[in-house]
């Protein structure tokens, strides 16, 4: 085989192998919440995966100039009771299950209550569908958050 073709079969190699990881879309990453009641942007949540499981941390609170900039989670309790919302850990321990991530917490900063939580993406990984729930999955809310750019 000349050394044209061996470059060609390469080339194509690396091509497939490149689109194939493009098409295997990721919920890591950061991710802006949306306000049920005004549908406006609320947080960007950054997921990142620590030991096989996924975990999201508020990075960016969009807030009127008139409201607290870094608010606390008063709603909170235990350790978080009073907290900077800004840098917490909302979501925990979710793990790969088929083409969701299940078996994790969600906590809602503005009521300070934490549900049972899965998450998976939509539409070709532009939006996580995040499903928080107090004992079946049947029972609960979702909300649909959008990848941030």
Excluded at 28 to 36: H, S
Excluded at 63 to 90: F, H, S, T, W
């Amino acid at each position: 085989m000349t050394a044209t073709r061996w470059l060609g079969l390469a080339t194509l190699t690396v091509l497939f192998a490149t689109s194939a990881l493009a098409q295997e879309a990721s919920v890591l990453g950061r991710w802006t919440t949306i306000d049920d009641a005004t549908k406006k942007p609320k947080s960007i949540v950054t997921i990142y995966e620590e030991g096989g499981k996924l975990f999201g941390k508020v990075e960016k609170l969009f807030r009127e100039p008139n409201e607290e900039q870094n608010p606390l989670c008063d709603k909170c309790e235990g350790a978080l009771k009073n907290q900077p919302i800004l840098g917490m850990i909302v979501l925990r321990d979710l793990k790969k299950d088929g083409n969701e991530w299940t078996g994790g917490t969600i906590l809602d900063p503005a009521n300070g209550k934490t549900y049972k939580s899965k998450i998976a993406l939509e539409d070709g990984g532009k939006k996580l569908k995040v499903r928080g729930f107090i004992g079946i999955a049947l029972i609960g809310r979702t909300q649909y958050w959008m990848r941030a750019e």
